[in-house]
């Protein structure tokens, strides 16, 4: 064992140390990532609006889940009080604890942006995942207002596949004005839903739905004129893996002339059992695994099977600059999973 690789397995001891510690004050035992939309362009109409964003996975090459929207886009009550945003200047997602719990880690923030509606249209609105999403959550904020200045509002899910269990809250709190500073008025955040029926005046937090979703749809009552905005995104949990990229070397010196491949390791534990990887969604930097050549060993010797996928180098997506290249893909449960390593790219004289 060379020194590098025995302060590596100091440093790994140490990193698990630390991680069984946080294991034990936290109820989550799997660490994870939240990711919000990156909402990009909205357009309203009065036949109902139209929005795109990404949900992004790879935040190395930028590349993520397609998510688009069909309905109610409310940009603006006036020039001076715009509500939909996709130019990342949405002050409204806080203050944090609305919208973070043991589970959700981070929440939406200003670069996610928000779109607003109020229930003008009388018909559904509809969030459509490229691939379906393993219980995806919806932040809303302001749901309804304050009691007394008009009725509380009523949002009406439905989803592909169906709603079978009841709609969960899984973070509630006060929020952010616009101008982002805090607080409104309603202090204890969304209600708890009833199936899938939620109400409130002034609501804010988080609704998580049980499932693989694809795309899900709301109505808003009242759907009329005068009813209340809010505004809402979509976000998911990303699970985080262990990679090795190039293992048994270090630094991962990729040539991105080379015309062979990359091996990269994903590190199997007691919370990963890498056969249920589902190998033809794995993607390293951009590009699919290659069919052959997959080879499942115990790469780090802690007892725990590893997985090694190859990845053609002249189809990775990565430019001179780049130190990172990261692994996504998905569990067979439809669970989304991401794991990053340093790379350094060998310099090419032209
Ligand atoms: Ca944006
Ligand atoms: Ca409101
Ligand atoms: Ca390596
Ligand atoms: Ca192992």
């Not at 109820?27 to 036949?47: G, H, R, Y």
């Not at 949900?55 to 020039?79: C, F, N, R």
């Not at 015309?259 to 699919?288: H, K, W």
Request: glycine content about 8%; hydrophobic content about 35%; charged content about 20%.
């Amino acid at each position: 064992m060379n020194i590098n690789v025995s302060n590596k397995l100091g440093k790994n001891l140490r990193t698990l140390s630390c991680l069984f510690i946080t294991l034990a004050l936290t109820s989550s035992p799997i660490f994870a990532q939240t990711e919000w939309v990156d909402w990009s362009t909205a357009i309203s109409s009065s036949e109902g609006g139209h929005a795109e964003g990404v949900l992004e996975i790879d935040k190395v090459i930028h590349q993520g889940i397609d998510i688009t929207y069909d309905g109610e886009v409310l940009l603006s009550e006036s020039p001076d009080y715009v509500l939909t945003t996709t130019n990342g200047a949405s002050k409204i997602w806080g203050p944090p604890q609305s919208f973070v719990s043991n589970e959700i880690n981070i929440g939406p923030n200003e670069q996610n942006d928000a779109i607003f509606l109020k229930g003008v249209l009388p018909g559904e609105n509809k969030i459509t995942f490229k691939k379906p999403l393993l219980n995806p959550y919806i932040a809303i904020y302001s749901l309804g207002t304050y009691p007394g200045v008009t009725a509380p509002v009523t949002l009406t899910f439905f989803s592909t596949p169906s709603i079978t269990s009841p709609l969960k809250v899984v973070a509630k709190g006060p929020a952010n004005r616009l101008d982002g500073t805090c607080c409104q008025y309603n202090s204890h955040g969304l209600q708890d839903p009833i199936g899938n029926i939620i109400t409130d005046d002034e609501g804010n937090g988080v609704v998580k739905f049980l499932g693989r979703i694809s795309d899900i749809s709301f109505t808003v009552d009242p759907s009329w004129d005068a009813g209340e905005s809010f505004a809402f995104t979509v976000g998911v949990n990303i699970r985080d893996v262990s990679i090795d990229i190039k293992p048994g070397s270090d630094p991962n010196a990729i040539n991105l002339k080379n015309m062979g491949n990359v091996p990269v390791a994903i590190m199997g534990s007691s919370e990963l059992d890498v056969a249920t990887i589902n190998q033809d969604t794995v993607n390293f930097a951009g590009t699919p695994k290659k069919s052959i050549r997959n080879v499942t060993s115990d790469v780090n010797g802690d007892g725990f099977p590893d997985i090694i996928l190859h990845f053609l180098t002249q189809k990775l997506q990565l430019s001179q600059t780049d130190t990172k290249a990261c692994i996504s893909g998905e569990l067979q449960s439809g669970e989304l999973f991401q794991g990053c390593d340093t790379v350094k790219i060998v310099k090419i004289n032209k």
